[in-house]
Nanobody, 124 residues
């Protein structure tokens, strides 16, 4: 059984930074691509960032490129999302997800395992 647990979300002001963490149970973490998605109230879940199993490849949504950084520590079974220069439009529930495929995906339905989400609120 693979479980993902996110943490790090909180209420911050515009311009602040946050780092989200996603701890994955199970010994196969290093074989998964890890993605971050977010969902704002009344909106569909959207792709934020993804990192390959070995950390060599990353992709970002245009809306966060240059502000967010995805990373992973396979020795800790943990993926991270460093978020800088936060904006009110970044307010959302943030979810991490694991994709056992070798190919990196941006589509949410390609991911098999999901966390429960962590709330990020950015006040103006």
């Amino acid at each position: 059984q693979v479980q993902l647990v996110e943490s790090g979300g909180e209420l911050v002001q515009a311009g602040d930074s946050l780092r989200l963490s996603c701890v994955v149970s199970g010994r196969t973490f290093r074989s998964y691509a890890m993605g971050w998605f977010r969902q704002a109230p009344g909106k569909e879940r959207e792709f934020v960032a993804v990192i390959s199993w070995n950390g060599d490849t990353t992709y970002y949504a245009d809306s966060v490129k240059g502000r967010f950084t995805i990373s992973r520590d396979n020795s800790k079974n943990t993926a991270y999302l460093q978020m800088n220069v936060l904006k009110p439009e970044d307010t959302a529930a943030y979810y991490c997800a694991a994709d056992p495929s070798i190919v990196i995906h941006k589509a949410a339905d390609e991911y098999v395992y999901w966390g429960q989400g962590t709330q990020v609120i950015v006040s103006s």
